[in-house]
């Protein structure tokens, strides 16, 4: 069996360690150089590898989430043996001990071939001997992978691979990201703040959660607002959104050692009550500044073993599905569940082992 993996980002390379562990023979293509790129770039590049917890509420699309349920603990017992050893911070978050992402990608390219063939791959197509990538400049293999991540944090995203397939998919929207706000901040752009912040719409509150919130020129950022960015996503064509701040955690008789001075004086002279800092939103930041994106192959196009209804030797893996999670490593760890999924499908066809 010989297996095309499109795409050597976090799922595919760790399909490419599985397959090459048990002599499956496999070949990976990445769009360019920026191989393993978003692994990188995540727990601002100490690798947030994933989440000790799991909850199905960190996820966007519970029914894929049960491939993380199902999953976690075979990925943490893989990363012993890929002896990436890793620590957790309060809120569950991994890392590896080094705290360092370069370090988990040697350790991910150790375990697999050496050659990943820098190629966009566009079309591909099938006939008696099997799948062709690419007019047929690669091939043939028997399984094809698609592991090509989302549009979310880069320039260009192909479609044309979907056009090959004719595979309809729910369009792309920014999740992990700041939002543009209606209201002028300018002049209290660069200050953090403490705050409950509570996000709704239509005056129905739809999720709250405590965090630092970051003011910039034009709209908010920090985490426990990229987290309120991928609930905003499900209101999507819906005015009347709006985050309510509370930057308060109780009631003090004087404010000037409780916030900045900038936000002080700003909600003095626009006569704002700290407990209810209202900022009507106007959209979240574009595409290209997201985490993740929500959107993706459907759940109705996959069978349970992430195959494709309408060939089932073609998976998808990672976030290239129509799912993502909430800050804080659990949009990794389903990149590499899934490819462990895959990976358990297609050692089942030649063993019935795993591990
Ligand atoms: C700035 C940033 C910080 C992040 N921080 C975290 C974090 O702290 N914790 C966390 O859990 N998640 C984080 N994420 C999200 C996480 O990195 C992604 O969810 C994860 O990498 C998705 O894995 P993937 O394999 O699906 O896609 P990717 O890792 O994006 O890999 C896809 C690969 O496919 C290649 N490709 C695409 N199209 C083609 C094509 N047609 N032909 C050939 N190759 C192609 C791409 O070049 C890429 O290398 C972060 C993302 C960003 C952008």
Partial sequence: MKIAIIGAGAS???????LQKNNIDYDIFNKDLKIGSKIKASGNGRCNISNVNFSLEAYHNNKLSKIVENNQKLLFDYFKELKIYTKSDDEGRMYPISENSQSVLDILFKHMKPKITL???????????????????????DKVVLAIGSPAGIKKYYYELFDSLELPINPFYPSLVGFKTKLKIKDIS???????????????????EKGEVIFKDDGISGIVIMNQSSYYNYLKGYNNVKIVLDLLDK?????????????????KEKNIDPHNFTIPISDTYDLEFAQVA??????????????????NNIYAIGEVL??????GGYNLMNAFCDAIEVYKDLKNEISNKWF
């Fill in 12 to 18: 595919g390379l760790m399909l490419a360690t599985l």
């Fill in 119 to 141: 190629e966009t791959i566009e079309n591909i197509n099938k006939n008696d001997k099997g799948y062709y990538l690419n007019d047929k400049k690669y091939g043939p293999y």
């Fill in 190 to 208: 660069g200050v953090r703040a403490k705050a409950n912040t509570y996000l709704y719409y239509k005056d129905n509150l739809i999720h709250e």
């Fill in 251 to 267: 009631d003090y008789d004087c404010l000037d050692s409780v916030l900045a001075p900038k936000i002080l004086k700003y909600i």
């Fill in 294 to 311: 929500k959107g993706g192959i459907s759940i109705k196009d996959l069978n349970e073993n992430l195959s494709l209804k309408k060939d």
């Fill in 322 to 327: 129509d799912i993502d999670g909430v800050c």
